[in-house]
């Protein structure tokens, strides 16, 4: 029997951008290896410039690498142009964003549903899927009701499941419990290991936040990158 494929691999990753003032080019993030197995757990930590969410960024295919590769469920990322990794982050990646980007003209189940309709045809249906996914964060009485209707651990919740409803290869989650008092971000911290470790999803948590780091066997630690901006 075959091993199983990695749910992500990085190799000698770099992201530059160009200092509008001097036209230099700067390295935002460096990165020798990575890997991470389906079902896996990491939580990345860094001071501020080390990288973070440009990592996650150029990990989902958001940005274009510089240099390097990166392979999410044995698919390559890198070198792709900007539709074709659209497309393989609508496959395999599920993104919980800092500040949640759920649509305020929607409602839950719609931004749950929505987020399953750049993903191609599996044979799953949007809306039931979206319904079990709102179902498994608690939300099953919150169907209807839009960002501004729900508080903010809520709204979380919404991006929890807007992540893990199409059942990713990968889930990113960008300080998912930066916007929430200790209790609620620990709780919804649990939840999406939870829910991520029943899908199989490997899953890549940034955090700056002690309490969340200490809650994962596997941690890794970006340094500010030689040539950065100061």
């Known amino acids: 029997?075959?091993?199983?494929v990695p749910a992500l691999v990085v190799r000698d990753l770099e992201k530059r951008f160009r200092d509008p003032e001097t036209?230099?080019?700067?390295?935002a993030v460096s990165l020798?290896?990575?890997?991470?197995?389906?079902?896996?757990?990491?939580?990345v930590s860094?001071?501020?410039?080390?990288?973070?969410?440009t990592l996650l960024h150029v990990i989902a295919g958001i940005l274009p690498a510089d240099r390097?590769?990166?392979?999410?469920?044995?698919?390559?990322?890198?070198?792709?142009?900007e539709a074709a990794r659209d497309r393989l982050r609508a496959r395999h990646v599920g993104y919980v964003f800092q500040t949640f980007n759920l649509l305020p003209s929607m409602t839950a189940l719609e931004n749950v549903a929505l987020g399953m309709t750049f993903r191609p045809r599996t044979g799953t249906k949007a809306l039931p899927a979206a319904r079990a996914a709102l179902d498994r964060v608690g939300l099953s009485g919150r169907l209807r009701h839009r960002p501004h209707q729900?508080?903010?651990?809520?709204?979380?919740?919404?991006?929890?499941?807007r992540a893990l409803a199409g059942r990713p290869?990968?889930?990113?989650a960008d300080e998912p419990?930066?916007?929430?008092?200790?209790v609620n971000g620990l709780a919804c911290l649990a939840l999406l290991r939870e829910f991520a470790a029943e899908s199989g999803a490997a899953l890549l948590v940034v955090s700056h936040d002690p309490d969340v780091l200490a809650t994962f066997p596997r941690t890794l630690r970006l340094e500010v990158p030689a040539g950065a901006a100061p």
């Open 1 to 4: 029997m075959a091993d199983p």
């Open 23 to 27: 036209g230099e080019a700067r390295v």
């Open 32 to 43: 020798p290896e990575l890997e991470l197995d389906a079902g896996g757990a990491l939580a």
């Open 46 to 53: 860094g001071e501020s410039g080390s990288g973070k969410t």
């Open 68 to 81: 390097g590769d990166v392979e999410i469920a044995g698919e390559r990322m890198t070198g792709r142009s």
């Open 150 to 161: 729900l508080s903010v651990g809520q709204q979380q919740r919404v991006a929890i499941a």
């Open 169 to 172: 290869a990968l889930v990113l």
């Open 177 to 182: 419990t930066s916007n929430l008092d200790r």
